[in-house]
């Protein structure tokens, strides 16, 4: 329902959904100077301007979790401590709209798109299996045979990300014309583990030692471009 216009941390970057997209440049081998600097391909995406006429949408996007096939479980070699995730639901709705200011002179594009996901984290610890001796029962590598969970516990994330943008484009003469765009995506997650809307949130184990708990992060960043 969207793209990340740049997953690189040390980069900035603002979610936006496709309905805010108006076409796709992908260049992917063979490009010019200009693109310097790029170490595989360039994405560029250009957002919908405003025109003589009103036009826009409205859009709403909803992915319940039992939809969703339950992940596979990978566990760790001689890790009595197993979490697992499940989706509830994914929200995406919003509404874009665009149109004249001054008729052949100054367009208007705007729009917003929150999200929200909510997701639930489930913690199993499991004991070491022992035999007669009192010797912990082993695999044919060594590894050690866990038994049923003995504690099971359940973890919700809340996540919300309020994507908005907007974009005046002028025009100067019947050559040139300029815009001025500003869109962003502040987000706000409370729960667990880091925002799934964040590329690169930080996943924090689910160990119950103090400070491993993660709750109302904000984060998600505002753009401006003039040309």
Not at 25 to 30: A, F, L, P, S, T
Not at 46 to 61: A, D, I, M, P, R
Not at 102 to 110: A, G, M, P, R, S
Not at 157 to 176: C, E, P, R, S, V
């Amino acid at each position: 329902t969207g793209v990340q216009t740049c997953a690189l941390p040390i980069l900035s970057g603002t979610r936006m959904v496709m309905e805010f997209v108006n076409q796709f440049d992908v260049k992917e081998g063979g490009y010019g100077p200009e693109m310097g600097r790029a170490t595989g391909g360039v994405v560029n995406a250009g957002t919908k301007s405003g025109g003589n006429e009103f036009h826009g949408s409205v859009f709403l996007y909803y992915r319940p979790g039992f939809f969703q096939v339950a992940p596979k479980l990978v566990t760790r070699a001689n890790d009595s401590v197993m979490r697992r995730s499940k989706l509830d639901y994914y929200l995406n709705t919003g509404f874009e709209l665009g149109g004249p200011i001054v008729e052949d002179k100054l367009w208007f594009h705007i729009g917003y798109a929150p999200e929200i996901q909510k997701d639930y984290w489930i913690r199993d610890v499991s004991p070491i299996l022992s035999n007669d001796q009192n010797e912990p029962v082993v695999d044919q590598n060594g590894n050690f045979q866990f038994g049923a969970p003995v504690l099971t516990q359940r973890f919700s994330g809340f996540a919300q990300a309020h994507q908005y943008t907007l974009k005046l484009t002028h025009m100067i003469n019947d050559n040139n014309r300029e815009s001025l765009t500003v869109r962003g995506a502040p987000t706000l997650f409370d729960g667990a583990v880091g925002t799934p809307f964040e590329p690169h949130a930080p996943a924090l184990p689910l160990n119950g030692d103090p400070g491993t708990f993660q709750y109302k992060q904000w984060g998600g960043n505002r753009s401006e471009e003039h040309t």
